[in-house]
């Protein structure tokens, strides 16, 4: 399993942006798939963006056009740009590894999208 750890996460005023970074133990250049969920208080969690190691992106269509997924796979990080942030984008947010049919998961990070 791929060990993941999240930062970048806080408080911002709507409208504002933050940067998630997700750093990976290991190489994930072999890895399929990574990417983040969220989950926000009281609701399922669902997948907010995934980057194959191709490039290929996916996104919710609630944050299209909003946010961006990259990778970097020589520095084993993956990121999150969130742009127009909105109260509704307030949830913690998971970094996710899809890795030879094995899931692996962060710890999370809180976001916060308040006045």
């Known amino acids: 399993q791929v060990q993941l750890v999240e930062s970048g996460g806080g408080l911002v005023q709507p409208g504002g942006s933050l940067r998630l970074s997700c750093a990976a133990s290991?190489?994930?250049?072999?890895?399929?798939?990574m990417g983040w969920y969220r989950q926000a208080l009281g609701k399922q969690r669902e997948l907010v963006a995934s980057?194959?190691?191709?490039?290929?992106?996916n996104y919710a269509g609630s944050v299209k056009g909003r946010f961006t997924v990259s990778r970097d796979n020589a520095k084993n990080m993956v990121y999150l740009q969130m742009n127009s942030l909105k109260p509704e984008d307030t949830a913690v947010y998971y970094c996710?590894?899809?890795?030879?049919?094995?899931?692996?998961w962060g710890q999370g990070t809180q976001v916060t999208v308040s006045s």
């Open positions: 290991g190489s994930i250049f072999g890895a399929y798939v």
């Open positions: 996710w590894c899809l890795k030879g049919g094995l899931d692996s």
């Open positions: 980057i194959t190691g191709g490039g290929g992106t």
